[in-house]
């Protein structure tokens, strides 16, 4: 597929780092996250940052080439539309047998290298992140992959998702439907301004002041 240039930047790149944009019959300016909308298209860096710029400085009706009206909060309904849109991949995954989930399962699935990314809920504790983090310091020390772990949810956007009452940890396993939610999450990431090559013990999402810490919840025990 051909690269499409930022309207912000004014870069080349890959359209899996974009997002293309169209204006709806009313004039107002929307995500076409499927690329399938009809009209004249324009594209912009996926990350919050740059849409929220775009927006800010009226690129929208330069690129589209009609007045157009960018709403106030468009980064934000972005971001939630790539939520959504991660969550059902998630989901998907789920039901295909792509996702373990509770503590002990991602953590078995991590040292047989079945994993290929793990999910943490906000709430969840620094000793439960801090065990599987071993167990994925100890697969790259036997010479396995290095698996990314994000926080990215809340127990309830994670239990409504994956259909179980107390989510906190989650692996999503190396089969198709599996890369394919991957792929959504790590969008999901970037877009909340977080760098793809980031391999810390949890990436969290910036500028949220999330931490990890306290002691296991009776949830955790079991999810």
């Given at each position: 597929m051909n690269d499409r240039t930022c309207?912000?930047?004014?870069?080349?790149?890959?359209?899996?780092?974009?997002?293309?944009?169209?204006?709806?019959?009313?004039?107002?300016?929307?995500?076409?996250?499927?690329?399938?909308?009809?009209?004249?298209?324009?594209?912009?860096?996926?990350?919050?940052?740059?849409?929220?710029e775009a927006a800010r400085r009226g690129l929208f009706a330069r690129s589209l080439k009609r007045p157009v009206t960018a709403p106030?909060?468009?980064?934000?309904?972005?971001?939630?539309?790539?939520?959504?849109?991660?969550?059902?991949?998630?989901?998907?995954?789920?039901?295909?047998?792509?996702?373990?989930?509770?503590?002990?399962?991602?953590?078995?699935?991590?040292?047989?290298?079945?994993?290929?990314?793990?999910?943490?809920?906000?709430?969840?504790?620094?000793?439960?992140?801090?065990?599987?983090?071993q167990a994925r310091r100890a697969l790259v020390h036997e010479g396995g992959p290095e698996i990314a772990a994000y926080k990215l949810f809340s127990e309830t956007e994670l239990g409504l998702a994956l259909g179980g009452a107390h989510v906190i940890h989650a692996a999503v396993l190396a089969q198709d439907a599996g890369r394919a939610a991957v792929k959504r999450i790590e969008a999901l990431y970037r877009y909340r301004g977080g760098s793809p090559e980031e391999r810390s013990d949890v990436a969290v999402l910036p500028g949220t002041g999330v931490e990890t810490g306290g002691g296991m919840t009776a949830a955790e025990d079991t999810e």
């Open positions: 309207i912000v930047t004014r870069t080349a790149g890959d359209p899996d780092r974009l997002i293309r944009f169209v204006a709806s019959p009313d004039g107002t300016v929307v995500a076409d996250l499927k690329r399938n909308l009809p009209g004249r298209g324009c594209w912009v860096t996926a990350d919050r940052l740059h849409v929220d106030p909060d468009l980064g934000e309904k972005v971001e939630a539309l790539i939520a959504k849109v991660a969550l059902g991949a998630l989901g998907l995954a789920r039901k295909g047998g792509a996702v373990a989930l509770g503590a002990a399962k991602v953590e078995a699935s991590v040292r047989s290298g079945r994993a290929i990314l793990v999910l943490h809920a906000f709430e969840a504790s620094g000793d439960g992140v801090r065990k599987i983090a």
